[in-house]
């Protein structure tokens, strides 16, 4: 192929997309697709199913979005009462009103209906919604299954399915309900499906609901945590709160995310901060929907500096310019390391990451290097000199010893102890471990 026909960017006019999507995505100021959308669009207007493996901020939405609403402009039609043309199936409340709202902006120049369907609202209009028939319906699994039994919505008639963050579904146990929402739909149907990981499971539902689908594969978890500046800083547990104070002290935490293990962590972390005149706010499985969103747009809008977030409530996330995530605690599970540093660098950006390890999470920050492939530069801020503890406790093995461990801020890549080929195998061992997490059932 001659230089300039590879090196050629392509265009969002390239894909083969209706006059009324260019105009949209114009008007949002998208000018080029993102790899995923790029790969995959055309092939999903060719009606293929895909296999996509990639995360949040890869553009991924969009790139099932537009050739849904693509269909619906070329073949226009009434959706029958109680049946909805096109489903995807979100595992967050966010995540879902994300989408929808996605749906909304690519087709605000064509006639389209699009539905909301999420645990924690009221059933009211969720029926009104469904009885008129949709277009467009993004639903979270459990309560998508409810209208399910009842009758007021049927999936016979439904063209395209999308399952979106499968490997998140996993972990919140949905993988049975999901199974019972696709077996009612016609098998002849588009399948789209999207983990940011293909753990076992996860594998096997793909295999189970696509036919001969394309394969995308973006930013493998490694590559994103290699955009991210990260460093830890090595603390005593009870220093967390003035360290954390101390970091927020900094003109460049302008726009912060803070990581805690659960709710009631979050809610302390907030407390800490307001009562030091930093405007934050906590979002976590605790709040009601309306006080998300309201600390979402807040933090959007710049109103507040620190959003305080468990992983569940942060999943679907979609702020751009955060310009830091903050783990107060490090995840049980290390690829939630990577989904949380990856707040911070939306659509291509970057950003940077700091987190606060306490003796008893060292095995924890081991289990993160493994995945990421990377040594994470380590800034030791205990206040004393410490012995390494004997073991860390429930935590995981031995950690190395301290004088291995110490570099100076932002230290590169090199380091002793691991190397890329050490890596332990991805998956399944380390997502299995947290997925019995008591806050995780409780949200
Ligand atoms: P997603 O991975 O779907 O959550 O999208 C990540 C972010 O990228 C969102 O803020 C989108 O609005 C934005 N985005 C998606 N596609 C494009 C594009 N082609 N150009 C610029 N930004 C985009």
Redesign the pocket.
Known sequence: MPISERDKVTQFTDLGLSEVLLRALAAEG?T???PI?AQSIPFLLEGRDLLGIAQ???????AFALPILDRIVRAPRRPQPNSVRALVIAPTRELAAQIAQSFRAYGKFMRISVGVIVGGESHGPQIKQLARGLDVLVATPGRLLDHMGAGRVRLDTTEVVVLDEADHMLDLGFLEPIRQIVAKLPKARQSLFFSATMPREIAGLAKDMLREPVNVSITPVATTAERVAQEILLVDAAAKPSILLELLARPDFRRTIIFTRTKRGANRVTDHLEAAAISAAAIHGNKSQGQRQRALDDFRRGQIRALVATDIAARGI?V?DVTHVVNYELPDVAETYVHRIGRTA??GREGAAVSLCDSGERGLLRAIERLTRQSLPIIDRRSEPHEQPAAAPSRGPKPAPRNQRQKPRFAGKAKPGTKPGSAAPRGNGNRRRGSGRPQVAAE
């Open positions: 998208y080029t697709p993102t959308q949040t901020g890869t553009g991924k939405t969009a979609d751009d939306r659509a």
